[in-house]
């Protein structure tokens, strides 16, 4: 079983829609939760850290359940730039302090016109 | 340009060559990481580093491959003796402790062919 598990996707959805992605982690000692978007052949970016209490970021909205080991996105009123692939992510930390991130495989999102 | 650099951007090998790749992370970031990344996957954690010292590796991080980080700054990932499943992107990522909630940053990649 893979540790971050996402739906591959992927969506189409006209412009304007509201889409919504999952994913489910199987580590408990995971101690915090990111969404990254990756663009086609480009690197991964913070869109956003995912908190219990839920977050909002303009039309974006994540949220965590550490009972479920569940997170998710929302995307409202979805624009052609959104386009891209929705990594879940889930960091442990390491020796030092640094940070383990381990990523799902992503969830490919096209918006269409 | 200020963000997290590497270089090469690409290298096609022929199965059996070594490569080496550099990243140059954000200036005065302390931590430095490299994660690979196979078409249709996510990135996936290699190997770390708080200033010179490599702290953490993958269990993917076979005996072929090694990384240094010398003087704490630049960083180099080789491959010894290339196989075609080495064929991926070469993801490098730095941050800064206590900055941003740790943000890492990353690097546009090395795209790794080998024939």
């Known amino acids: 079983r893979k540790e971050v598990e996402q739906d591959p996707g992927p969506f189409n959805v006209p412009e304007g829609a509201t889409v919504a992605f999952n994913c489910t982690y199987s580590?408990?000692?995971?101690?915090?939760f990111f969404w990254y978007r990756q663009d086609c052949r480009k690197e991964p970016k913070l869109l956003m850290s995912?908190?219990?209490s839920g977050n909002e970021d303009g039309r974006f909205t994540a949220q965590l359940n550490r009972a479920s080991q569940y997170i998710s996105l929302l995307i409202r009123d979805s624009k052609l730039s959104d386009s891209a692939t929705y990594l879940c992510?889930?960091?442990?930390?390491?020796?030092?302090?640094?940070?383990?991130?381990?990523f799902g495989t992503g969830t490919q999102l096209k918006v269409e016109l | 340009d200020t963000g997290v650099s590497q270089n090469p951007r690409h290298k096609i090998t022929k199965r059996g060559q070594n490569v080496t790749f550099r990243c140059d992370p954000i200036?005065?970031?302390?931590?430095l990481y490299w994660y690979r990344q196979t078409l249709g996957q996510g990135p996936e954690f290699l190997t770390y580093?708080?200033?010179?010292?490599?702290?953490?590796k993958s269990r993917l991080l076979s005996d072929r491959f090694s990384a240094e980080r010398p003087k704490g700054s630049f960083s180099t990932l080789e491959i010894q003796r290339t196989e075609q499943g080495d064929s991926a992107m070469y993801l490098c990522?730095?941050?800064?402790?206590?900055?941003?909630?740790?943000?890492?940053?990353f690097g546009p990649g090395t795209r790794l062919t080998v024939l």
């Open positions: 990522a730095s941050s800064l402790a206590g900055q941003g909630g740790n943000e890492q940053f």
């Open positions: 580590n408990s000692a995971s101690q915090s």
């Open positions: 995912v908190y219990s």
């Open positions: 992510v889930v960091n442990i930390e390491l020796t030092g302090g640094g940070n383990k991130l381990t």
């Open positions: 200036s005065e970031h302390n931590r």
């Open positions: 580093f708080q200033n010179e010292a490599q702290l953490e």
